[in-house]
């Protein structure tokens, strides 16, 4: 299956298989900008796997690591609503999507000396933290996959910005989401 897919979709693929998202979850997370989030779309014949990665103050309101109930509910109230990812991200009806899967982390980042980032957090600690989501989505018609609608952006307020990297067997292409623009068209890349 990975020899017919295209680099990024293979690398979409190899991340959302359980061995090695265990073993991403282990490495450096890298700086981010809040209000912008990436989400990686590999599409091959039925199957669609996403990977969403965001900073945890568009999904929560704060990044350090929640030490009261409230924040604590407030994170796993984020969780939920990103695993259920056919409300989250929609496609047309008439490609009868499911989910087959959906892993959500709340992942602390620790900056070293000499990053830059857009926060006040003192390198070498873990008071940064990001939602990592990947899903697996099987299309009984993926040739009805022919755009993509989101709630992310009203979901959480802090989102403005989603750049997508999109991989299919014809190619590779990048567009961003917005929230005056919360659709993707995927006509052409199908």
Do not use: W
């Not at 293979?10 to 990436?38: I, N």
């Not at 009261?68 to 407030?74: F, G, L, P, V, W």
């Amino acid at each position: 299956m990975l020899k017919s897919l295209t680099g990024l979709a293979a690398a979409v693929f190899v991340l959302t298989s359980p061995a090695v998202a265990d073993e991403a979850g282990h490495r450096q997370l890298g700086p981010h900008v809040h209000g912008q989030g990436t989400l990686d779309i590999a599409i091959e014949g039925k199957k669609i796997a996403m990977e969403l990665v965001v900073p945890g103050m568009d999904i929560v309101g704060f990044e350090h690591v929640p030490t009261t109930d409230a924040q604590k509910a407030e994170v796993e109230k984020g969780k939920a609503k990103l695993t259920d990812v056919l409300s989250v991200f929609k496609f047309p009806a008439s490609a009868k999507c499911k989910a087959d899967s959906a892993n959500v982390e709340n992942r602390k980042e620790t900056h070293h000396p000499g990053e830059k980032d857009d926060d006040d957090d003192k390198p070498g600690e873990p008071e940064h933290a990001e939602f990592h989501a990947t899903y697996s989505i099987t299309c009984e018609a993926p040739e009805s996959v022919t755009g993509l609608e989101t709630s992310y952006f009203t979901s959480f307020s802090g989102a403005q910005l989603l750049n997508v990297n999109i991989a299919t067997s014809k190619g590779q292409t990048q567009a961003q989401m917005t929230r005056d623009k919360p659709t993707l068209d995927l006509a052409g890349v199908m």
